[in-house]
């Protein structure tokens, strides 16, 4: 056998291209001096992952910010607004993803979505009535000869044009047959230039065949690669992740692929379907090794799997792009006895060598010493707490009185102007604010200057909310350094990565904590910094809290227990510090479950019974103990929602704000179609992009809003937290957003 991966991470082991990339931004290095940056750090991980030993090593899987925005700008989908303006290719590129605000326009970001059920994010490509669809990129051919320069023959990969087809906005009217038509084209240009250049391969991501699929979709996908592959020019592995292709399996193995690459960790079923038959004539590249949690890979269970495959032609993979885990272990600091129980992406590599030395009989030591991994006990086990959950009824999951009751009285207790105005919680993490928490945390300063500074950035920031008009305020989070992170550090069970860090979007790169053994809160989290809060002003401040939900897939989570267990533990830790919140006079609560779509099961058959069944009670379980009159927010940020609405309304909030506007307000329609219950706060402006939204601007997506969703049930905020903003155009921003209101109040 031999060995390869679908694809690595790009943000480098050090998080190099965030920091140079943003350079740019900042206008510190010029396009040319980032270009030569992005080529050295390809050279680095190609050679890297050749040292490995792995045999094939995928190309133009590197990307600036995202790589399906990368197949829309080699294929030319490229909105009119932003063809037309005088900037550069490469500023053209960023503009589409991070919004442009300057002299020569005013540029929207695209939308961004959640990359199937994972915490990543890409850039939603638009096809207009008007779009070009054709070949007039370099990337993908450019980065397969640099690695060719370097003696690396590699594998390029690009999104599939079924997934492109699906993942993008197709505007009213776009012909979608002339869309494929002009698709197969495009593609078949690619493989043409390829092969030119020397290349025997080509990997078409194509995820989207792990959804549920009609019968016109896969005829679809049928009518697509038929044409496609009529002309064999190049060897095409047809590459599959995060489930399944219990719809189109038989139709997958009948196409001339060379190669087909399925998931076998995420994808259980399709164990049975190989085994019923796979062509002899075609490579199976087998996902075995996890490529989205950091655990050890069991080798006797893989080794079992992969015997009871009994395919003639087996390449060894990953289950997905290694761009979901951290780069490497060989930066932290764990004791060996931990340390030895995870595999970050450079040690994935290593497994994949010794899975393939010990199916050739040469890696016995290897196989001992990891059986011998799998009998360890790591932990001691909290059986008071396992016992509690068991003994959960409907009860514990049930607030009363009913939304209903509840939202009379606090309509009464807060007496809010219509059109509430608030924030999602975070406010910028200055330089300033980042190095005064780490000289804390390296004890260069004590506990009463660390304090005395926290306390001086909630006064401002009061301060500012109060000056501008805002209704309900929050302390801005400025002691925080993650949302997650700082919520597993005061809960035992968790462990801490020191450089642990994953690519979330772009430049945003999340450090999710490693879920090690039972969860439980040892001590209060949030109330400190939430009283203090409180006690400066007479308006509310909202406490501010993560939910079990987001807390859990936002971390690296066991693989011991079920991800229903896990986040009840969660669940009571966090039900614990609302509790408390309550009880030290803290009126409104937001428990934010940003995550909460990241784990939907890919296809809707399994929406409730993997997940919705338990994940919503969790979130109910929460809350359920707080007074009628204490109002329970929560917030969504970044995934399609449209379609879990009923599921959404059912975890019994008070108030619930989503992502709305970089996604063209599309949630409010099915809101009003489902009668939806809740009290809402759809964002009214972009927080992802750096640009000022007007009070024009932002006036008319309240008019917007307010044609589809009652008065009195909408609260008006940014689309999410802004921790990631700078302060003056934080500041501009909000103050357009009260400004708006003002001026819409005046006309009710």
């Known amino acids: 056998m031999t060995t390869t991966i679908i694809g690595f991470p790009r943000i480098g082991e050090q998080r190099e291209l965030k920091y140079t990339t943003e350079k740019y931004f900042r206008h510190e290095m010029n396009a040319e001096e980032l270009e030569a940056f992005g080529k050295s750090l390809r050279q680095k991980h190609w050679n890297l992952i050749k040292d490995s030993g792995v045999d094939t090593i995928p190309s133009n899987d590197f990307s600036f910010y995202d790589t399906t925005l990368d197949t829309a700008f080699l294929l030319n989908l490229v909105p009119k607004d932003l063809a037309t303006i005088e900037l550069s290719d490469l500023d053209k590129y960023f503009a589409l993803a991070r919004g442009y605000q300057g002299e020569k326009g005013d540029i929207k970001a695209r939308p961004m979505k959640k990359w199937f059920n994972t915490n990543y994010h890409y850039i939603v490509p638009k096809i207009e009535l008007n779009t070009d669809i054709q070949l007039v990129g370099t990337k993908i051919f450019d980065e397969y000869v640099e690695a060719k320069e370097l003696g690396i023959e590699t594998r390029p990969v690009i999104l599939g044009p079924y997934s492109l087809l699906h993942l993008s906005e197709l505007d009213e009217g776009v012909n979608r047959q002339a869309v494929i038509e002009a698709f197969v084209v495009a593609y078949k240009a690619v493989f043409t230039r390829l092969t030119t250049l020397g290349a025997e391969w080509i990997q078409l991501d194509e995820p989207a065949l792990v959804k549920d699929l009609t019968s016109d979709e896969i005829a679809e996908f049928e009518g697509i690669y038929q044409s496609l592959l009529a002309d064999e020019t190049i060897k095409v592995l047809l590459q599959t992740y995060f489930g399944d292709v219990r719809d189109i399996y038989e139709t997958l193995i009948a196409l001339p692929f060379a190669g087909i690459g399925l998931d076998f960790i995420e994808g259980i079923q399709n164990k049975a379907f190989v085994q019923k038959g796979f062509p002899k004539d075609k490579i199976l590249v087998a996902g075995v090794v996890n490529g989205k949690n950091i655990w050890r890979n069991n080798y006797q269970t893989t080794l079992d799997l992969l015997t009871e495959l009994d395919v003639e032609n087996v390449v060894l993979s990953t289950s997905c792009s290694l761009l979901h885990v951290p780069f490497t272990t060989e930066n932290e600091t764990f004791p060996a006895e931990i340390k030895e129980h995870f595999s970050f992406a450079k040690e994935k590599l290593t497994e994949l060598l010794e899975l393939n030395a010990i199916l050739a009989g040469n890696g016995q030591n290897e196989l001992t010493a990891n059986q011998a991994l799998f009998t360890k006990e790591r932990f001691v086990k909290n059986k008071a ?194 509790l408390d919140l309550e009880a030290n006079g803290i009126q409104m609560i937001q428990i934010d479950e940003a995550a909460l779509r990241e784990k939907l099961p890919l296809r809707k058959t399994d929406w409730y019974e993997e997940y919705l069944e338990w994940a919503i009670p969790a979130f109910r379980l929460v809350h359920n103990k707080v007074q009628a009159k204490t109002q329970i927010h929560t917030h969504m940020c970044y995934s399609e929602f449209t379609d879990i609405i009923s599921a959404i309304d059912q975890m019994d909030a008070d108030v619930i704000s989503f992502e709305a506007s970089r996604s063209n307000l599309a949630i409010l329609d099915e809101l009003q179609r489902q009668n939806f219950k809740t009290q809402v706060g759809p964002g009214v402006y972009d927080i992802h992009s750096p640009r000022v939204p007007s009070v024009e601007e932002i006036t008319q997506t309240i008019e917007t809003i307010l044609t589809k969703v009652p008065l009195e049930k909408v609260w008006i905020n940014p689309d999410c937290g802004l921790k990631t903003r700078g302060v003056p155009e934080t500041r501009a921003s909000l103050a357009n957003m009260t400004e708006a209101v003002k001026e819409i109040r005046k006309g009710l």
Not at 388 to 410: C, S, W, Y
Not at 440 to 461: G, K, V
Not at 475 to 482: M, Q, T, V
Not at 524 to 546: C, E
């Open 385 to 578: 707490l396992s016992q509690k959950i068991a003994n959960l009824t409907e009860q514990d999951f049930t607030r009363t009185p009913a939304f209903a009751e509840r939202e009379v009285l606090q309509k009464a207790q807060f007496n809010l102007p219509v059109l509430p105005t608030t924030t999602i919680g975070s406010f910028p993490q200055t330089k300033e604010v980042k190095q005064t928490r780490a000289k804390f945390t390296r004890q260069e300063i004590t506990q009463e200057a660390y304090d005395n500074y926290i306390a001086a950035q909630i006064d401002d920031w009061l301060a500012w909310q109060t000056s501008i008009d805002l209704d309900v305020l929050v302390h801005g989070e400025f002691e925080r350094n993650d949302m997650v992170e700082y919520f597993g550090q005061n809960l035992s069970g968790y462990l801490f990565s020191q450089n642990g860090w994953v690519q979330s979007y772009g430049t945003r790169g999340v450090k999710p904590p490693i879920i090690w053994g039972d969860v439980v809160r040892e001590q209060a989290i949030t109330v400190k910094w939430s009283k203090y809060a409180q006690s400066q002003t007479d308006k509310i401040v909202k406490g501010m809290l993560t939910g079990p939900v987001t807390i859990l897939n936002w971390s690296f989570p066991r693989e011991d227990i079920s991800l229903r267990e896990s986040t009840l533990q969660i669940a009571f830790a966090i039900q614990e510090e609302v």
